[in-house]
């Protein structure tokens, strides 16, 4: 069976030409770049030439410092447990202020912050499913030292208001983290244009490899080391480079923002043609203007039709997709973003994610629509209430 | 944590090929009407349990033979993930040609047996298992509909697990009989928290009434208290001044913790003890030496300080580290 893959928010394929980089550096140049010698000499060139490509992508000036991780979610834990240890820990600041739509890995840091007795303010989205720069403003006290939104949602593709937000958290003078993890490869990052303090994103989401990301920290901006150990990275991130992972998210980086255009243009033209498809079904619901989304994504909540027996259906089919609410999951608290614009109750538990790529084709579109209405035929039969 | 938990993400390869294959094809689902009823002779019953808002629903039609409480007909309709549709389709097989009464005994479990393609090889997932409880419900809701009366007669009382079907005396006697000290020994010994760990504590994946960690601290202090009559009782604790409360606090310390973590190197300050509204009495604790920044102190240590503290001095302590 052929198999079509609308999972992008959660992983993507390596382009090949990504492969193409990255594989020299596995059994001809494996030199550890921190050596002296000629098979240490031979690699830093690319290294060199991979912190260009980073830079350009994020709009990063040369006195920034783009930190070398392994994931979005070491750079994440590095700002929040930085933050504590620089600030929270022995000063009048005590509060973090982030969202609930963040991605767990903001969350959960917080969360372990708050049993050392830091404050932190979860802010819920509006009904349009974003967090307001008024919002933020509201929030902030004399003793908040971090605010951590993301740039762009990865169940809604809804895109946050951050240019707003970093003005609200520079006249207040307050550090900005965002977590650009579904921004970068869907939309211009450009740090030049936008203040933020700290940047967070990960390779394997714009067609790189996994284990591999970035974190950005501003000119002047303090943060300690999460991991110790040696100088790499300037003395902010011990351990020994990942040498193809960085070659490799250097190129992905500078392809990202090559296919800008084709992913505002082409993937646009078929989310839309899918979710126009998907919206002459009775009774479905898209979430977010389409507008202020990410140009791959649409979450549907489908009344009558349960969020896994739909990606169990569409599975079955070849189809990848992937669902806010599994009933599995030890939570079965409905998605705050389905809680925040006002659905009914009964659409808690209903919602499906399609996430689009630039090599997402026609036909797999057109099929997933074919599909998506068998299944959704088939469930509503077997549903009580349809 | 093992081998086996540490990639985690497995879940519908865990299904049997009974449950896939019922939910792509159930054989049993649509409605009956009076007028199918009417053709077989019977009386038709439809019974709804659960709610969409809640994440699955399921509706059960049966016609029963009125002379013989047979159940000649059952079908269902649901809304709900892969195993409830499964265990809802099987359930509704396993009605066909029982009474009322013998329909009545089937559970949850019965359901999963049925499910197995291998006898010793469960057809889901332990945190799949909690999908398949309304199919159980359901059964007790038409058979109070059918006899006509309330549902609570029929169903068992205080059950703290619905996914083992673990009442609240069979963990209360585990405790007791087993002379229990942790969740993990009580899930051991009755399988109570083995499948969707609702019950365990709150916060989980639905609310329920009892909690393992209630239980378990409920019993422990009544056991102690039979144990040691002489000892200061929680009841007693919120009377005393707030020196005799220091004091005491300080003498579990010496005598029950500050050993221990002399041992590797650390050791516990008392700064400060408030009591809250609702009882429940903080104690502010400060770390020093190794316990101090040590990963551990906030998680296997708090909880061990605050256990014991709990047991000798107020079970409504809660350690706050400073």
Known sequence: MERIYLDNNATTIVDPAVRDAMEPFYC???GNPNSLHSFGIEVRPYLHQAMEQLYAGIGASDDDDIIITSRATEGTNTVILGIYFNLLKDTRKKHIITTQLEHPCIRESCRFLEQHGVKVTYLAPNREGLITAEAVKEAITDQTALV???WANNETGLILPIREISEVCKEHGVYLHTDAVQAIGKLKVDLKQIHVDYLTFSAHKFHGPKGI?????????????????GEQMGGRRAGTVDVPGMVAMGKAMELANEHLAFENTEVRRLRDKLEDALLKIDDILVVGKRELRTPNTVYVSIRGVEGEALIWDLNQNGIAASTGSACASESLEASPILTAIGADKELAHTGVRLSLSRFTT??????????????VMRLRQLSTSY | MAKSDLIGGELWE????????RMNNPRNFGELTEADAGKLGGKLIVANEG??????????????????????????KSFGCGTAIAATDMMAEMCIGKTVDEAAKITNLDVEHALRDAEDVAAVPPQKMHCSVMAYEVIKRATSIYRNVDISTLEEADIVCECARV???MVEDAIRINDLTSVEEITDYTKAGAFCKSCIQPGGHEKREHYLVDILARVRTEIERERNPERVQPDDFSKLSVVKQ?????????EHIRPALAHDGGGIELEDVQTDDDGTVRVHLAYQGSCKGCAGSVAGTLTFVEQTLRKEVCDKIRGVVV
């Open chain 2, 51 to 76: 709610a969409e808002s809640c994440g699955d629903t399921v509706r059960l039609f049966w016609i029963v033979d009125e002379k013989t409480d047979v159940i000649k007909k059952a079908a269902f």
């Open chain 2, 14 to 21: 865990q299904y049997s090929d009974k449950v896939a294959d």
């Open chain 1, 213 to 229: 990301g970035g974190l950005y920290i501003r000119n002047g901006v303090s943060l300690p080391p999460l991991l110790h150990g």
């Open chain 1, 362 to 375: 026609e036909q797999e579109i057109d099929f997933t629509i074919y599909t998506i209405n068998k299944a």
């Open chain 1, 28 to 30: 001809h140049m494996y």
């Open chain 1, 148 to 150: 951590s939104v993301m």
């Open chain 2, 246 to 254: 220091i004091r005491a606090i300080e003498a579990a310390l010496d």
């Open chain 2, 167 to 169: 009442s609240l005396q």
